[in-house]
């Protein structure tokens, strides 16, 4: 069975109303940050009114946020996975001494997508329906479990929501949702907001980061 035919064989008015109630979450957090930064505004008027440069244009992206978790459906990407890159720069001194530290901001990585065997879907409870774009993302930016559970020309399903965010992937014949409250083994945590509108990683050698060696990690994890 095709990789297709399997993804539009599921429930998917099963898996969408999954999809919403994940997304009225994030759709409930919009709205509170969008009052909050009404709020804050209001008060910033009179009390520091050189600070209404970040509070106005805060309040104007939650209400975009807002208005396009509701009015936008779901995005799926499938796409086969050309190849696997992780790139790292050392630790800084700060957390050099300390093995048990869980930063990890200065590890990429990267699932570079074959752009052909690249689609993009919209997604309802009628299921999946193609759509045409001329934008194929050069990369996507993954967490380390969605790193280590796929190889090389593996095919893969991201889930966006209408704000270009991670919520879910497809895996083992099932969808699974990138909840803050759910685990994985080992009490690892499932996280979310990896975007869809990715900027390049520009000039990464000159910024000090090194492309490690296919099923290499950063020197951390051996410690």
Request: charged share 25%; hydrophobic share 40%.
């Amino acid at each position: 069975m095709s990789f297709e035919k399997e993804l539009s064989n599921l429930d998917w008015k099963k898996e969408y109303a999954s999809l919403q109630a994940l997304l009225s979450k994030d759709l409930h957090m919009y709205r509170i940050l969008m009052y909050t930064c009404v709020a804050c505004a209001l008060i910033l008027l009179f009390v520091f009114q050189i600070a209404l440069i970040i509070a106005l244009p805060a309040a104007a992206y939650f209400w975009y946020a807002t208005h396009t978790s509701k009015k936008k459906l779901p995005i799926g990407i499938s796409f086969a996975l050309l190849r696997k890159e992780c790139w790292n720069r050392p630790r800084s001194p700060f957390y050099k001494d300390d093995p048990e530290s869980l930063d990890d901001s200065y590890t990429f990585y990267l699932f570079i997508p074959d752009p052909s065997h690249y689609t993009s879907y919209t997604i309802s409870e009628a299921g999946l329906k193609k759509y045409t774009t001329d934008t194929i993302a050069k990369h996507f930016i993954v967490y380390e479990y969605i790193f280590d559970a796929f190889e090389k020309g593996q095919q893969v399903f991201f889930i966006f929501s209408p704000t270009n965010d991670l919520v879910a992937f497809y895996l083992n014949k099932k969808i699974l949702p990138l909840l803050v409250t759910s685990t994985l083994e080992k009490g690892k945590e499932y996280k979310t907001s990896i975007s869809l509108n990715q900027v390049p990683l520009k000039d990464i050698n000159r910024d000090g980061f090194e492309l490690l060696k296919p099923g290499e990690k950063p020197e951390r994890y051996d410690a």
